[in-house]
């Protein structure tokens, strides 16, 4: 069965981090790209970071570029995302997914992340 379970989110103050993680199970985590998206309250679904299979081959929104920084554990079959000077924007339901072209094969349930003072 897979499965992906998202934790780690919370709320934080604007200037503060979290590092969200992701676990997964009941596939072969090492043979697919994983991502991060998140959804703001009355927005659509957007695309936050992406880790190659590999884990060395990375990607990030315009929004997040320097501040966000994805990484995985093949080892583990986890992905992370370290969130640092957050925003009151980056506030959202963060969700990952297993991608293996042409299109994401599993999702997560979602974790919320609030930055707020």
């Known amino acids: 069965q897979v499965q992906l379970v998202e934790s780690g989110g919370g709320l934080v103050q604007p200037g503060g981090s979290l590092r969200l993680s992701c676990a997964a199970s009941g596939f072969t985590f090492s043979d697919y790209g994983m991502r991060w998206y998140r959804q703001a309250p009355g927005k659509e679904r957007e695309e936050v970071a992406r880790v190659g299979s590999d884990g060395v081959t990375t990607d990030y929104a315009d929004s997040v570029k320097g501040r966000f920084t994805i990484s995985r554990d093949n080892a583990k079959n986890t992905v992370y995302l370290q969130m640092s000077n957050l925003k009151p924007e980056d506030t959202g339901v963060y969700y990952c997914?297993?991608?293996?072209?042409?299109?994401?094969?599993?999702w997560g349930q979602g974790t919320q992340v609030t930055v707020s003072s």
């Open positions: 997914s297993a991608y293996r072209f042409p299109r994401n094969r599993a």
